[in-house]
């Protein structure tokens, strides 16, 4: 049997949570290595030989380490094409640039507004930080752009890149979950015919309950 891969970081970190919903895709064995970030465990030497910029997650499968949790994803996809959802990153080289070109649309276009919103609605109160209402007001306004160019898409398509569920969908998930379900936010969502019915289903798939599920049990004792 394969050695499992390891994951560090807690899954509650959006992109912990994005390595973990594409293993439980591909149906691929790991395990998940307590990071105590309050303890400033990410930032230590042992640590940053892993990820050098001191952030979450790190990955290892067998002598291999990586980071960037949609490099991850990517390399997990092609490492393990033949089991699990095998239409995850697509099969040929259309399909595969169509992943591309809309994961690079998350990373580059959606991510910068949703993360700021996650991070001031979700995460700063309960860091007890002050939240920055001009930030969210003006992160609110780029992200119902972005929206509403997801929702021509989604008029045309099931998922962003075509008839199945892939890797650009699935990367969506993390900040959109929080966005949804921990913040005044969901009505850029919801509110938006298509992309509310693309959310209720991409949300739905049994990798991503898993995901939550992870996400709301108590996390390892640490020493
Ligand atoms: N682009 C990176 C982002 C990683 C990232 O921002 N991780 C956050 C948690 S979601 C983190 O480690 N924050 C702590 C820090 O930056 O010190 C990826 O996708 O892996």
């Given at each position: 049997m394969a050695t499992p891969v390891k994951v560090y970081g807690p899954p509650m970190s959006t992109a912990v949570s994005r390595v973990l919903a594409c293993l439980l895709e591909?149906?691929?064995?790991?395990?998940?290595?307590?990071?105590?970030?309050s303890k400033g465990e990410?930032?230590?030497p042992d640590f940053l030989k892993l990820q050098p910029f001191g952030q979450?997650?790190?990955?290892?499968?067998?002598?291999?380490?990586?980071?960037?949790?949609?490099?991850i994803c990517r390399y997990i996809s092609e490492k393990y094409a033949k089991q699990g959802n095998k239409s995850l990153f697509g099969?040929?080289?259309?399909?595969?640039?169509?992943?591309?070109?809309?994961?690079?649309?998350?990373?580059?276009?959606?991510?910068?507004?949703?993360?700021?919103?996650?991070?001031?609605?979700?995460?700063?109160?309960?860091?007890?930080?002050?939240?920055?209402?001009g930030l969210i007001r003006q992160n609110k306004e780029k992200l119902g752009k972005i929206l509403d160019v997801y929702e021509r898409r989604l008029g045309e398509s099931r998922f962003l890149a075509g008839d199945e569920f892939t890797l650009?969908?699935?990367?969506?998930?993390p900040n959109t979950h929080y966005l949804v379900n921990d913040t005044d936010s969901g009505h850029l969502f919801n509110s938006r015919k298509n992309v509310g019915r693309w959310w209720d289903e991409i949300s739905s798939?049994?990798?991503?309950?898993?995901?939550?599920?992870?996400?709301?049990?108590?996390?390892?004792?640490?020493?």
């Open positions: 591909k149906q691929v064995q790991f395990q998940l290595i307590s990071v105590n970030m990410h930032k230590k979450v997650p790190a990955f290892q499968d067998e002598d291999i380490s990586l980071f960037e949790s949609r490099a099969t040929g080289p259309l399909e595969k640039a169509s992943i591309d070109q809309w994961l690079e649309a998350e990373g580059q276009s959606f991510n910068p507004p949703s993360s700021v919103l996650v991070f001031q609605l979700a995460f700063a109160p309960r860091m007890k930080l002050k939240q920055d209402e650009a969908d699935l990367s969506h998930l798939r049994e990798s991503w309950k898993k995901v939550v599920e992870l996400q709301n049990s108590p996390p390892p004792p640490t020493s």
